[in-house]
């Protein structure tokens, strides 16, 4: 999802200096794509084309081995043996499983599917389907409480704080457990999907991967990302990527449109 990737792209030039306002520049000449935005493109190849996400992730790897992938992400690519987990690195790459799945059932399935390759720990895969189910319901008209609601009951997240008070605290955690309910309440506290952005931003840490999971619910919930993001951000990606978004999005209206 475009979401998703914007929200990397505005967050890259931040993870590293952090900044603790919603008063920032959206771009700059070092705004790119990062791994986060690299392993999206994978998973929405391989719900396209039915690839397993192993093959995809590792094919997407080597194409941009440079993109800032984890330590423990390249040794699986070599090695092949999942590494136990927890990071946010399952959350950040699930967003199209929320967009593109019919149901629920399987939206929780496949996202447990698509962290469990290298994310397989317990909270790596509550993070991932956490956020692909609130993909999806927001994606199908439900309200923000009734996201809430859900989210809460089902994972066990507590998303009540406000993003004004998480601000004041909140300090450099890659776990799904410190990053993911941040970044639902990132969306849930906004107005638009700039508005989600610049307040996952706001809080500092990883700012490109929680940009990147509260973008992805926000374009889903919102139905539209300004045009001169989209612009922005589609100057950024290489050919590849863009037809391989192009085709996803495709897919889903072709989905759609049946129902």
Known sequence: MLGAIAGDVIGSIYEWDNVKSKEFELFSSKSRFTDDSVLTIATMDSVLHGNTFEESYKKWFWKYPG????????????SNEPYYGFSNGSAMRVSPVGYFCDS????????????????????????????????????????????????????????GESIDSIRKWYSFD??????????????????????????????????????????????????EIPEYITERVMGILPDEMKEVLQRFYDEVYSRWMKQ
């Open 104 to 159: 629920l059932e399987e939206v929780l399935r496949m996202a447990e599917d698509s962290s469990a390759v290298t994310h397989n720990h317990p909270e790596g895969i509550k993070g991932a389907k956490a956020v692909a189910s609130a993909i999806y319901l927001a994606k199908n008209g439900a309200t923000k409480k009734e996201l809430k609601d859900y989210v809460e009951k089902t994972f066990g997240y507590e998303l």
């Open 67 to 78: 993109a800032g992938f984890s330590g423990n992400f390249k040794k699986w690519a070599i």
């Open 174 to 223: 890659v776990s799904c457990q410190g990053s993911v309910p941040q970044a639902i309440i990132s969306f849930m506290d906004s107005d638009s999907y700039e508005d989600a952005v610049r307040n996952a931003i706001s809080i500092g840490g990883d700012s490109d991967t929680i940009a990147c999971i509260t973008g992805g619910l926000a374009e889903a919930y919102y139905k």
